[in-house]
């Protein structure tokens, strides 16, 4: 089972860009795809993007496609979600989760467990 930690999140500006970094510290993380989700105040848990176990394949909301790109280090037991051009509609906590095995991935957020705690995203207009 995969302890995830997200970090990165702060307070900027539209148009600004941040990187968000999620480690995982169990033994599997290299065999499953991960996936980035975002939840704002009063609304459910929303697909953000995904990265297979390789890092071969990537799947990204049309909200964000574009603006956003993930990617991941299996070495460093890393994945990054770098987002760029941030609008305020950006604004919620993000959280990244433990995904299908190997290629499968799912926007569904019931697909995904072992979530971190959360890094909050704050957009100002």
């Known amino acids: 089972q995969e302890h995830m930690v997200e970090s990165g999140g702060g307070l900027v500006q539209a148009g600004d860009s941040l990187r968000l970094s999620c480690v995982a510290s169990?033994?599997?993380?290299?065999?499953?795809?991960m996936g980035w989700f975002r939840q704002a105040p009063g609304k459910e848990r929303e697909f953000v993007a995904a990265?297979?176990?390789?890092?071969?394949?990537?799947y990204y909301a049309d909200s964000v496609k574009g603006r956003f790109t993930i990617s991941r280090d299996n070495a460093k037991n890393t994945v990054y979600l770098q987002m760029n051009s941030l609008k305020p509609e950006d604004t919620a906590v993000y959280y990244c989760?433990?995904?299908?095995?190997?290629?499968?991935?799912?926007?569904?957020?019931?697909?995904?467990?072992?979530w971190g705690q959360g890094t909050q995203v704050t957009v100002s207009s």
């Open positions: 989760g433990e995904g299908g095995y190997g290629n499968n991935w799912s926007r569904s957020p019931a697909m995904y467990d072992d």
């Open positions: 169990g033994r599997t993380f290299s065999r499953y795809t």
């Open positions: 990265i297979t176990s390789s890092g071969g394949n990537t």
